[in-house]
């Protein structure tokens, strides 16, 4: 969405605890793969498998966001307890989409939310 607006920014993904979850393993859920696709993002594929957050990943970000307060802010503050109050914390689910919730679409319009309000748009 960033290049799309000609924006410098570019985000990446870190799990938390991969090695706490039988979730974290194999590669990208299809449903992710699909939904970027459909953005016109096409770089992403079935081959990107979760990758485990290090502190320099923390420390090179400008903005961190954890998708789901209730789990994340649990193994931040195992981790990496500096972190805990410099995240912004979302409150969306992780779990397969539905007609009655899809994850995807809220975490696409928080995104848009996100680049509207650091764009100045």
């Not at 000609?6 to 938390?16: E, I, N, V, Y």
């Not at 979760?50 to 802010?73: G, M, N, S, Y």
């Not at 995240?87 to 969306?92: F, Q, R, S, T």
């Amino acid at each position: 969405m960033a290049a799309h607006r000609a924006l410098p920014w570019q985000a990446f993904s870190r799990g938390l605890a991969l090695d706490k979850g039988v979730n974290n393993i194999g590669p990208m859920s299809p449903f992710a793969v699909d939904a970027l696709h459909a953005l016109g993002i096409t770089s992403v594929g079935a081959e990107r498998f979760p990758l485990q957050v290090e502190e320099r990943d923390l420390q090179a970000a400008d903005h961190i966001i954890a998708l789901q307060e209730a789990e994340h802010k649990l193994y931040l503050q195992e981790r990496h307890p500096a972190w805990v109050n410099k995240i912004e914390y979302w409150h969306i689910r992780d779990c397969v989409p539905t007609p009655a919730y899809n994850p995807l679409e809220e975490i696409a319009r928080d995104v848009q939310c996100l680049i509207a309000h650091f764009s100045g748009t």
